[in-house]
């Protein structure tokens, strides 16, 4: 009964990077480099917000980060995505700005073809 009682308290478990297939993370990358760019700057070293580099994010952690995608800021710019977003996709973000190591031409839309 215990067990039972302490799994229902449980908070929910986040969602994993793992629920977006090769597509949406592309959609996602392409995203957060035109969308998140636009106000974080395009090599995302800062602008009108504040950096989004591995450096300038360490520290923080995934939930935190996922809920301000999900939810924005209050009295700042940083709009909520939850409307145009799953908390799947918040997460994968999460994740990806977390562990991205260098903004190649892919990401900031400019390669060639």
């Given at each position: 009964?215990?067990?039972l009682a302490a799994?229902?308290?449980a908070?929910?478990?986040p969602a994993f990077a793992g629920e977006i297939g090769p597509a949406q993370a592309a959609r996602l990358k392409h995203l957060v480099a035109q969308d998140c760019g636009a106000c974080h700057g395009m090599t995302r070293k800062g602008g009108l917000?504040?950096?989004?580099t591995r450096a300038a994010l360490e520290g923080q952690d995934r939930e935190g980060l996922a809920a301000i995608i999900l939810?924005?800021?209050?009295?700042?710019?940083?709009?909520?995505w939850r409307p145009l977003m799953s908390e799947a996709e918040a997460y994968w973000i999460a994740d990806y700005l977390l562990g991205a190591e260098e903004i190649g031409a892919e990401e900031m839309g400019t390669e060639e073809k």
């Open positions: 009964m215990l067990l799994l229902l308290a908070p929910a478990a917000g504040t950096p989004l939810d924005g800021v209050p009295q700042t710019a940083m709009p909520p």
